[in-house]
């Protein structure tokens, strides 16, 4: 019932599609804290840092641009900023 | 006697988070999501009865029998508490799921789920279900979007890929049948789904030509509903960052409110 031959084709198919965003990235970030992966909280927020400046310094903005709503938005800001994102909103 | 259900795992992690697809689809839907949830998460993507490598599994078109079935294959597994994400007619299963056995499901996130008004586009399902080349595919797929919408050549793959097994038109005719029948589907109570004591996400295109985003108008108060503006029925094609924000988002809170670092309850998520 398992198939771990599909990882290889998965992360071959991400690659060339969400993975430079800037929300892909802040969802692994949020879920490798929520989930106590200190290693991959470290290379991601590094990641995000270095590719999405302006998202690190402020995914408030980046959230409300999109229209995300007030709660939801907050719940992701705190998250990201307890993950370790800057306090810039 | 049936077949096992099939899925499709990838991960490690103290989390594991349950993937059901939509009608029409395969555990594929969820190939660009995976890298990142599966970093820190186990997870699991089941292909429903009735699709792809499931095709001849028990509970096809029947959301309880396809819930059962879930829980079997996890309990099989040793998995007692699961987060659990579903689109569509997963998102139906899912709900399912959580109402069945809430103890084990310890959040949900329903994209556009089915189950929750009786409104749904029947004719725009039969097409798609009866979509059996690119053009075809490709147009149902578009009907379905918002207005702005592509198809990814991926989906498009997949789809044809799917198809082309022995049987599996004549299962998603069948099904369809079942799901939409007279353009009405069957509704989980309000007071069922209010009842629900985990951090449960909605995510819903404003566009959804299948399944009216006014459905969420009187969804319970402790749901957190986002709405994605543009957005039509394919939410996990369409809006694959809001998705893996939402399931996300939803597994943290849910993970906080478990370990105690967060006081908040479910119920007061929004003012």
């Not at chain 1, 409300?64 to 719940?75: A, I, N, S, V």
Request: glycine letters at 8%; hydrophobic letters at 45%; a neutral charge.
């Amino acid at each position: 019932m398992q198939d771990d031959m599909h990882k290889a084709e998965l992360a071959a198919s991400a690659l060339t599609t969400t993975a430079a965003k800037s929300h892909y990235l802040a969802a692994q970030l949020i879920s490798a804290k929520a989930t106590g992966n200190e290693t991959t909280r470290r290379t991601t927020l590094d990641e995000l840092v270095d590719k999405f400046p302006k998202f690190a310094s402020d995914p408030r903005a980046a959230f409300l641009k999109r229209k995300y709503p007030p709660d939801l938005t907050d719940r992701l800001v705190v998250a990201l900023r307890a993950a370790g994102l800057g306090s810039g909103s | 006697l049936s077949d096992p259900i099939q899925s499709v795992r990838a991960g490690t992690g103290p989390q594991t988070l349950v993937l059901l697809h939509g009608f029409g689809a395969t555990h594929a839907v969820w190939n660009d999501l995976l890298p990142a949830l599966s970093a820190t998460m186990q997870i699991i993507a089941y292909d429903l009865p009735g699709h792809g490598r499931s095709l001849d599994a028990a509970g096809a078109g029947q959301a309880k029998t396809m819930a059962k079935a879930i829980f079997e294959d996890l309990a099989a597994a040793g998995l007692e508490s699961i987060h659990v994400a579903g689109h569509s007619m997963g998102g139906a299963v899912a709900a399912l799921m959580a109402l069945v056995a809430p103890e084990r499901v310890a959040s949900l996130t329903l994209l556009a789920p089915g189950g929750i008004g009786e409104s749904i586009n029947g004719t725009l399902l039969r097409r798609y279900a009866a979509a059996s080349d690119e053009n075809e595919l490709k147009t149902s797929l578009l009907a379905m979007s918002g207005p702005q919408a592509l198809v990814p050549q991926a989906t498009l793959r997949q789809a044809l890929a799917m198809r082309a097994r022995p049987g599996q038109m004549e299962r998603l005719a069948g099904i369809v049948a079942m799901i939409a029948r007279g353009e009405r589907q069957g509704v989980i109570p309000r007071e069922s789904l209010a009842a629900l004591t985990m951090p449960v996400a909605v995510l819903w295109g404003e566009k959804d030509p299948v399944l009216p985003f006014a459905q969420t108008a009187d969804l319970p108060q402790g749901f957190v509903v986002q709405a994605i503006a543009g957005a039509g029925h394919m939410l996990v094609e369409e809006a694959p960052d809001d998705v893996l924000l939402a399931i996300t988002a939803n597994v943290a809170r849910a993970t906080a409110i478990a370990s105690g670092r967060n006081e908040e309850k479910p119920g007061q998520s929004r003012p």
